[in-house]
């Protein structure tokens, strides 16, 4: 049974960089053909999707995001990384990282706030 897990800090103070990880058990990131995305739902608002890292290692962004964003992996650790640059205070957000269309970790609560 796969399953993944965010860690990170909780607390971002604004302009600052948002890092959370991503660590994954019960498959590779490696491995054919799936993709590990990022999404987050800020407080009273649906969820937004963030981007995603290929199998492959390519990546692909939110047009909204992107100019912010950055999405890498460590394969000899099973992780994936999400760099969410200059943040604001509306990037308070609960994250959460998965394997698209199927698996989802339980999600960690991100404030930004000076």
């Known amino acids: 049974q796969m399953s993944l897990q965010e860690s990170g800090p909780v607390l971002v103070k604004p302009s600052q960089t948002l890092s959370l990880t991503c660590t994954v058990s019960?498959?590779?990131?490696?491995?054919?053909?799936?993709?590990w995305s990022w999404i987050r739902q800020p407080p009273g608002k649906g969820l937004e999707w963030i981007g995603y890292?290929?199998?492959?290692?390519?990546?692909y962004y939110s047009p909204s995001l992107k100019s912010r964003t950055s999405i890498s992996r460590d394969t000899s650790k099973n992780q994936f990384t999400l760099q969410l640059v200059s943040v604001t205070p509306e990037d308070t957000a609960v994250y959460y990282c998965g394997r698209w269309g199927a698996y989802w970790g339980q999600g960690t609560q991100v404030t930004v706030s000076s």
């Open positions: 890292i290929h199998y492959s290692g390519s990546t």
């Open positions: 019960g498959g590779s990131i490696t491995a054919s053909p799936y993709y």
